[in-house]
């Protein structure tokens, strides 16, 4: 079974720090793109940022260029994304994606059909 699995959210400050990890099973995540998305409440989902796997090549939504670094960690079969200088309006539910390409698909959601569970994260003073 293709599950997507990730972690690491949670309520931090403004201006605070979080790492989000994506683990995968049923196929093997260092061989494909893998994609970072948000859906705040009330709104669309949001493609944050993607990496693919052929390059290492990454993409990041303009609202969250230079706060936020998305990474592979082949070794270990996991996909980070560090976010830095949180915002309130960066809480959302965040998901991991793929679309089982090896080039990133670009940042909309219809372009990927798997998707985690999500993981929450709040940034609140």
């Known amino acids: 079974q293709v599950q997507l699995v990730e972690s690491g959210g949670g309520l931090v400050q403004p201006g605070g720090s979080l790492r989000l990890s994506c683990a995968a099973s049923?196929?093997?995540?260092?061989?494909?793109?893998i994609g970072w998305f948000r859906q705040a409440p009330g709104k669309e989902r949001e493609g944050v940022s993607c990496i693919s796997s052929i390059n290492g090549r990454t993409y990041y939504a303009n609202s969250v260029k230079g706060r936020f670094t998305i990474s592979r960690d082949n070794a270990k079969k996991m996909v980070y994304l560090q976010m830095n200088s949180l915002k309130p309006e960066d809480t959302a539910v965040y998901y991991c994606v793929t679309d089982f390409a090896e080039l990133c698909s670009g940042l909309g959601p219809d372009a990927y059909d798997s998707w985690g569970q999500g993981t929450q994260v709040t940034v609140s003073s």
């Open positions: 049923g196929f093997t995540l260092n061989d494909y793109a």
